[in-house]
Nanobody, 123 residues
Framework: VQLQASGGGLVQAGGSLRLSCAAS????????MAWFREAPGKVREFVAR????????DYRNSVRGRFTISRDNAKNTVSLQMNSQKPEDTAVYYC?????????????????WGQGTKVTVSS
């Protein structure tokens, strides 16, 4: 599975951005899709995840209520709508896909990663 993330950019605090991730290759597998982020000098952290059937969605506490993850299996895409953004949301955002086998919030649960898209939120 190949993943291509897009949609990053510069936004003012309180603004919105929408990230997208297009999957190609072995997309018929029952993969959970997720977004992680990595801020400068920090470890990569879980942001949100969605199961293939969209029946289970999870968020890290700091983004719950502001971010929304969704997917379109017909188009093999997963999106992250980010509203009410804060300077602490500044990071490189990565989309990931995996069959899990580990907790969904662990980076090791995902076998496939996109290249990352940079999000900068100015105060």
């Amino acid at each position: 599975v190949q993943l291509q993330a897009s949609g990053g950019g510069l936004v003012q605090a309180g603004g919105s951005l929408r990230l997208s991730c297009a999957a190609s290759g072995r997309t018929s597998s029952p993969l959970t899709m997720a977004w992680f982020r990595e801020a400068p000098g920090k470890v990569r952290e879980f942001v949100a995840r969605i199961t293939r059937s969209s029946d289970s969605v999870d968020y890290r506490n700091s983004v719950r209520g502001r971010f929304t993850i969704s997917r379109d299996n017909a188009k093999n895409t997963v999106s992250l709508q980010m509203n009410s953004q804060k300077p602490e949301d500044t990071a490189v955002y990565y989309c990931a896909a995996g069959s899990l086998g580990r907790p969904y919030y662990a980076a090791g649960a995902y076998e496939f990663w996109g290249q990352g898209t940079k999000v900068t939120v100015s105060s």
